[in-house]
């Protein structure tokens, strides 16, 4: 089992950077395929990016292509997600999820998610 908190979110202007980190406990996090979701009120929770058990596969959603960077810093434990040019469609509360699974791939369906953080909350103003 992992323990997933996630931190980072926060007030931004347009057109600046949002650097979200998932700090996990527990079993390692290189265990699990990782990504990074958002909701926004009213919203079903979407994906945002998400990375294989190594990191050597990525995959981002059309809206932040070009515009974020998911990582992993293994020897933190953690899952990072940095997005720039931010606009206020992005505001969101923002998630870190962890997919048990047994080869290399990326998971971007939200309900093949084992476990999740808390959210950070990432604000821009229009």
């Known amino acids: 089992q992992v323990q997933l908190v996630d931190s980072g979110g926060g007030l931004v202007q347009a057109g600046g950077p949002l650097r979200l980190s998932c700090a996990t406990s527990?079993?390692?996090?290189?265990?699990?395929?990782a990504g990074w979701f958002r909701q926004a009120p009213g919203t079903q929770r979407e994906i945002v990016a998400a990375?294989?058990?190594?990191?050597?596969?990525?995959t981002y959603a059309d809206y932040v292509r070009g515009r974020a960077t998911i990582s992993r810093d293994k020897a933190k434990n953690t899952v990072l997600l940095q997005m720039n040019s931010l606009k206020p469609e992005d505001t969101a509360v923002y998630y870190c999820g962890a997919a048990a699974v047994g080869n290399e791939r990326v998971i971007t369906t939200a309900a093949a998610y084992d476990y999740w953080g808390q959210g950070t909350q990432g604000t821009v103003p229009p």
């Open positions: 527990g079993r390692s996090v290189s265990n699990y395929a």
């Open positions: 990375i294989s058990r190594s990191g050597g596969i990525t």
